[in-house]
């Protein structure tokens, strides 16, 4: 056993998945640090809502022009989140989100430095361009991390969007009270500083590569939609809903998006594979994310000005800004706190269950909201019940989309995903901005808004939950699991629609063929002397002969002219009365009928038939120690001469499906990173659809570094033994004196090094991974 192993490409994929690689040497780091970044840039989305009402004495500027403050990130961050993820795919994401967390600090700098609006908008767009770490996040834990810590690892990543939201409005409020206004933007810097010096310390880069050109039409075009779109969304309250300018903004969103979704689907390479976003599990996932990013936006908009109305307008509470934010972070450790339980919902009933359970949870928050509104404890239990059906919800959304996508557009399709979310809360700011703006009441000289405007708004809020949850209906659920998930069985399934439908039309062919031949004056006989020949061979889908086929040659008129069954090599020998157009049909048990148009000449024709089989193979992949589903593994089919007939990866349920496959034996043999290579023999059956459920067993791994005279000692022979004397696999450590053995079962092992006079160690693998087994070296008397 060899420490490493090769790698099968990636469908769609330059660089291939390690699967026999080292693991990540710290897992639980590489999650706090890439949670950590997600929290800051969503901190940073709300760092200027407290100073809203202040900023145009602040800026010198009119209150219009300062809302470009807020309207600045927005549209950085729709046009920067796809194009990160889509460049991270290509060239890097480890090295596209460090890029981001750098163009935060700089937009906090930029506007920590400033005092008038041009270097505020600037750096409000600075910051909003980092948008992209959190969809960049996810995608990386789904290339480094265990199959056991990615469910609830991205949950938490996911969920960060929420919680750095809701802490970011009481810390931003305590700054602001307390502090120069400034030091909002220089906390934001420190923060974004210091998780730009973790990540590359602590995350190491994914190998995945999509490859190919970046689509610099499609990003321009995607911008120019996107920019009028949220601009007539944002700006529509202050422009006039009806006004020329805000319909001449959507108008320009329609035409350029449509035209630049009719591009995208012209190109071999684009900036979004809209075929893959049209999928249905993609697809229901990214409106679904609408539906929620509306509902969480809603109860931040409503609560805090509940809170800091005046209690004489008797449904105010009269609140501080700062009592308003500490109001809302419940929800942030709420979101943070159910996200591991969104992952445990994943795992035993599926993404969809768990997405639909936030989507009951948030409507019944905003139902609560309805009713409880007098005091400050009501409108904290409505706030942690939203924010725990939102924690549910985006925890599972990375799961449907990983399922649904190659591994190699991870980052592209978890960043339109999170697009959908902030066009959600676009709109959700919106609606209820037009809604409070009508509602209102009188309060000495001017217009508050209502009790019951707010009521609408949380009326609306919980009818976008429940379309959310109308929406996730129409996600396919999780399919039939392992019956034992430390077992691996195969057996028959009932035939599937394809394999039956094949299997009748061979026997029709077939019979159809018989009758023709015993019904006097439709069968020539033996050809004239003017017959033309056509022959050929047939074979099947893997280049096999088939022998025993059955061909007709048939007139176009329907008059059958010749039979032959191919011999052993699969060829046969046809004669044409004729020269002229015919029809060749070839039946052949396990394989689906075929009919060809050949051309007899007067020299002999040559027609190769190519059969595929009838027969398919499903199953699911699964952990042997915890029965999760194991998504991305792949699924080899070969077949008895080791000869690859298929290739597929599992979803995001760990199902996977092979189609046109020939009766017999084959191997299925399957692999994913952090696991156990596991391979197995299948009979295939006639005619339908074949189970067989795998069970993958954790792989654990030593590593460390030789070292001698306490300096790395290279090319020294690092053997691993079991305890039974076998030696299980040796290598050569490199420059940098490390090795590693991967793919080990648990249980005691001896590590032996040699280079200077061997030195022995004991490791034990109790079913995880063991880091920093380092030797030292050295001659007697060092």
Known sequence: MSPTHPTPARAGATTPARTGEPTVRRPGLVVAVLAFGGIVVSLMQTLVIPLVPELPELLDASASDATWAVTATL?????????????????????MLLAGLLMLVAGSVTAGLGDTLAPMIAGRALQGLASGVVPLGISIMRDELPTERLAPATALMSA??????????????????????????????????????????????????????????????????????????????????????T???????????????????????????????????????????????????????????????????GYGLGRSLLTAGLVMAPAGLVMMATAPLSALVCGARGPKAAVMTGAVIVAAGYGLGI?????????????????????????????????????????????????????????????????????????????????????????????????????????????????????????????????????????????????????????????????HPVRGQVRGAEGTPVAGAALTLISLGGRQLGRAVTADDGSYTLQAPGEGTYMLVTVADGHQPQATTVAAGAAAATYDVLLVGSSGLAGAVRSAESGAPVAGAVVIVTDVRGDVLASV??????????????????????????????????????????????????????????????????????????????????????????????????????????GYPARASGVSLGGGDVDDHDIELAHAGE
């Open 649 to 754: 990866r599992t979803d995001g349920m760990g199902e996977f499906a092979v189609a046109d496959l020939v009766p017999g034996q084959v191997t299925v043999a399957v692999t994913s990173p952090k696991h156990r290579p596991l391979a197995l023999p299948v009979e295939i059956g006639a005619t339908g659809l074949t189970r067989v459920d795998l069970a993958l067993r954790f792989g654990a791994q030593v590593r460390g570094t030789i070292r001698g005279a306490g300096a790395p000692l290279g090319d020294a022979r690092v053997t691993l033994v079991d305890p039974a004397g076998n030696v299980v696999a040796s290598t050569t450590t490199g420059g940098d004196g490390t090795y590693a053995f991967c793919d080990l079962d648990g249980g005691p092992y001896t590590v032996i090094a040699t």
């Open 371 to 531: 009713v409880l509104m007098d005091a400050v404890w009501q409108l904290v239990l409505v706030s942690c019940v939203v924010g725990a059906g939102i924690g549910f919800a985006y925890g599972a959304m990375p799961a449907l989309v990983m399922g649904a996508v190659a591994p190699s557009e991870t980052a592209a399709a978890n960043s339109l995903n999170t697009l959908m979310r902030s066009i959600g809360t676009s709109t959700a700011s919106a609606v209820a901005g037009v809604i409070l703006a009508r509602m209102t009441t009188p309060f000495g000289t001017v217009a508050l808004p209502s009790e019951n405007g707010f009521k609408v708004v949380m009326a609306v809020g919980s009818g976008a939950a429940v379309l959310a949850l109308l929406i996730a209906a129409f996600l396919p659920g999780q399919r039939r699991a392992a019956r034992k998930p430390d077992a691996v069985t195969a057996e028959t399934a009932v035939p599937d629609e394809p394999a039956v439908g094949a299997a009748v039309a061979v026997s029709l062919a077939r019979a159809v063929a018989e009758l023709v031949a015993t019904v006097p004056g439709l069968d020539d006989g033996e050809p004239g002397a003017g017959a």
């Open 160 to 245: 960060s969007l929420g919680v750095g939201g809701a802490l970011g409005l009481p810390a931003a409020a305590l700054i602001a009270d307390h502090f120069d206004w400034h030091a909002l933007f220089w906390t934001s810097a420190a923060l974004g500083a210091v998780a730009a010096v973790l990540v590359p310390l602590c995350v190491p880069e994914s190998p995945v590569r999509a490859g190919g050109r970046f689509d610099v039409v499609g990003a321009l075009g995607m911008a120019a939609g996107l920019i009028c779109l949220l601009l007539g969304i944002s700006k529509g309250a202050d422009w006039g809903w009806g006004s020329a300018t």
């Open 247 to 313: 319909l001449a903004l959507f108008g320009t969103a329609a035409a350029v998006l449509l035209l630049w979704g009719r591009l995208e689907l012209r190109l071999p390479e684009p900036l979004v594979d809209l075929r893959t976003t049209a999928r249905r599990q993609v697809l229901v996932t990214n409106l679904a994310s609408l539906a929620f990013g509306f509902s969480m936006f809603a109860m931040s908009l409503v609560l805090p000005q509940l809170l800091q109305l005046p209690e004489a307008t």
């Open 75 to 95: 549209l950085a961050a729709a046009v920067a989140t796809p194009v990160m993820g889509r460049l991270g795919d290509m060239y890097g994401k480890r090295r």
